[in-house]
């Protein structure tokens, strides 16, 4: 089945994932709320990340720094100056475009103009690959084909950016119908500005952080100092950040407020290429480990004109998501760029002794990056099936267990003979150790359907039996197979399925 997006946002906001945010005002381009099932979602994610990254190793500690910094840390990083995105305005439309992402589709129709040539339109349509940016001007294309003839071969696909200025002026903007309205691109600093204290003058700037990895560098030597880590050891932060992207899409795909989950691995420089070795790795098996099937999972190795001067190697993990493969998270090798950055600028060592090689050195850094919003909607692509159960068609969420928002709704069969006082009493117990979930109201087959469509593994349901044998039905999600469990076990035999225990045989 091939996922289509506007059915996923579709359910998103049906079923309280994500909403657009500030709805009621109507919206603001590029941010994104997280509803009721969202909020839960993304916090098992974060909470796995955390969980197996930090808390289950020895050699990484965490970290939660502030959003706004000391302006010279993005001086240092190189943000400041460097972080730009190169933008194209369209004087008909007043819209704005990242230059990278405006390919520029050429046509030649065989109507011939009064001096005797083709008709050429050069039509561009945005997107982050030719393919993601075709429907456009295919659409306009066809249109055009019914006045001019069909086009006479295939469109040349060129970027933009590697257009002549005299050949930008042929071109036709993504949603206008005159020749040469787009501008020349422009850099354009990602960074939100704001002002600290009272004045709004030039020495009250301040940036809202477009990375966590920085606060991680500046914080270096306070870890160092007070958390009697040894090389190699890491240092790991989630939290929020901030670009003021000029083309947010593809639904919290790419946002303007996002949350990120990094690592700084530092370790020896003779090291270094063998940790990036193992990172990629650990990372590449954590999204498949939670579900993501492999095939849809990609490693992208940097070419050499890609790497950062620094860098000896970067590859991107990839999903493919229904608006094309797209990165997921990026492991780098950084050397030791970015703490000698950090000196310079700041005026600190920030070096680091060797207790056991006698040694002062400044460590290398390998740094994997992964998006929490990037990957809640992997998760959530990953997770989407329609299929047909008892001739019915269902909507179903296939999250693994463990992060699943809810993970066991408990039913009574009727709201009579003793059946919701038995289950409430069975919801209150779970509730203890379990995000779980009552509900009475409506036929059973209906609150299957509910609890299929925000993904809740197991129900639980009581029904005559139970008030005679006190045992309750289970019923597992993904093969709707149910089978009996007594009820004074059903907290333990959810606790076993949620480990990844075995589902029993049983009806379906
Ligand atoms: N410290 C390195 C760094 O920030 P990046 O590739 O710019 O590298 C890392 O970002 C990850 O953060 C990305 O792989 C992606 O998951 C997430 N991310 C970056 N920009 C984003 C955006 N505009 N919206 C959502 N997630 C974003």
Known sequence: MELEMDKLVSLCKR????????????????????????????RNIKDAWWRDNVQ?????????????????????????????????????????YRADQLYVFAYVFPAVNPKGEPTEAWLAGLGGSPEEAAGGPEKRAAKLAKKFGQPTAPPTIIPFMQLSVEDREKVIGPSTDERGTLTEPRSFNLMFKTFVGALENDSNVAYLRPETAQGIFAN????????????????AQVGKSFRNEINPRNFTFRSREFEQMEIEFFCRPEEAVEWYGYWRKARFDWYTGLGLRSDRLRMRDHDAEELAFYSKATADIEYAF???????????HRGDYDLSQHMKFSGKDLSYFDEEKKERLVPHVVEPSAGADRATLAFLCEAY??????????????????????????????????????AEAIYKELRKSHNVYYDEKGAIGRRYRRQDEAGTPFCITVDSETMTDDTVTFRDRDSCRQWRVPAAGAAQALRDLLEGGEIPGGES
């Open 15 to 42: 079923r309280g994932f994500v909403f657009p945010s500030s709805e009621v005002y109507g919206g603001i381009n590029g941010f994104w709320d997280y509803g009721p099932l969202g909020v839960e979602l993304k």
């Open 385 to 422: 099936v329609e299929d047909e159960v008892g001739g019915e068609s269902r909507t179903v969420l296939k999250f693994h267990p463990r992060l699943a928002p809810i993970k066991a709704a408990v039913f009574p069969l009727v709201k009579r003979d003793g059946m919701p006082e038995k």
């Open 56 to 96: 289950s190793r020895d050699d990484v500690v965490g970290l939660d720094c502030s959003i706004i910094m000391n302006p010279k840390v993005w001086e240092a990083s190189g943000h400041l100056g460097g972080f730009s995105d190169p933008m194209v305005d369209c004087r008909a439309t007043k819209e704005r």
């Open 322 to 332: 229904p608006f094309g493969v797209s990165e997921l998270e990026g492991i780098a």
């Open 220 to 235: 270096f030597k306070n870890v160092v100092d007070t958390a009697r880590v040894k090389l190699p050891f890491g240092i």
